[in-house]
């Protein structure tokens, strides 16, 4: 029988960003079970400390931590104070991003810095500022929220797609600087998950457009991300970095043009 004690996250202390709801929240609560204790971050008081209550509930170690992740120059700050409180830092999840749909007429500068901001200098700077510590205790576990568009596109959310792409490549910048110092870096790409970033595309074309393209044919919850992340931050993925795992029933392996080939044609 296999040793599943690799997968265990006891007595690791897990930090994820845009912790408070959603996918984070989905995150935090299956890190908690795995045996992580967990700091939940989000810039929402009342939302992290909900969040918190929830992990507490079903038995989990959680603490909210209010900030901004776009608060460039006190998130060193924020950081160290988590480590010398909870004495380590093993795991990190860059987790917190928003979304803004607008054609590019529409989509100006302060528009495309904010997504930039939140959804990829943010990552840069919350590693950054969890490398130290994680290097000071001999290894951590970076993980990285992508999207399928990290490696592809769609009209109206040029800055998503800009930053999704970006946060890909800090992955592997991210990987290749830190592995020396026995810190993995990877990220996963979630598919279309149900969320508060997309529940108003419910009922509109779009809610079927995105089932039509997806092999699994329906969208995902965000529990069905979580044993990816767990994986990622054990000691089962320590020889993984600098990956992209996608986890979009398939969406970005398939091409949309299958849906109007004829299958019982002879080439
Ligand atoms: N929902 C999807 O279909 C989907 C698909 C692919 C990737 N993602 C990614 O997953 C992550 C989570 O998305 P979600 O759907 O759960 O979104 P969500 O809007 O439901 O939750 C995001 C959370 O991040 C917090 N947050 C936003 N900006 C912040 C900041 N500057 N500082 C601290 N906290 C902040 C919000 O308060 C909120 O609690 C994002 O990075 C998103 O891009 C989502």
Known sequence: MADLSAFSLEGRVALVTGGGRGIG?????????????????DFRADTADEACHAVEAMGGKARPAVFDVTDFDRL?????????????????????????????????MPDFTRVIDTNLNAVYAVSRACARPMKAQGGGRIIN?????????????????????????????????????????NAIGPGYILTEMNRHVLGTPFEQA?????????????????????????????????????????MTSNSILVESENLGASS
């Open 210 to 250: 995105v089932i039509d393209r997806t092999p699994m044919a329906r969208w995902a919850s965000p529990e069905e991300l979580t044993g990816t992340a767990v994986f990622l931050a054990s000691d089962a993925a320590g020889f993984v970095t600098g990956q992209l795992l996608m986890v979009d029933g398939g």
């Open 76 to 108: 060193e700050a924020h950081v160290d104070g988590i480590a010398r409180d909870l004495g380590r830092l093993d795991i990190l999840v860059n987790n917190a991003g928003i979304l803004i749909r607008a054609p590019i007429e529409d989509h100006g």
């Open 145 to 185: 929220v992508g999207s399928v568009m990290s490696i592809s596109s769609r009209p109206g959310i040029i800055s998503y797609v800009a930053a999704k792409h970006g946060v890909l490549g800090l992955t592997r910048g991210l990987a290749a600087e830190l592995g020396p110092y026995n810190i993995t870096v």
């Open 25 to 41: 929240l989905s995150f935090a609560k299956a890190l908690a079970k795995a045996g992580a204790a967990l700091v939940i971050n």
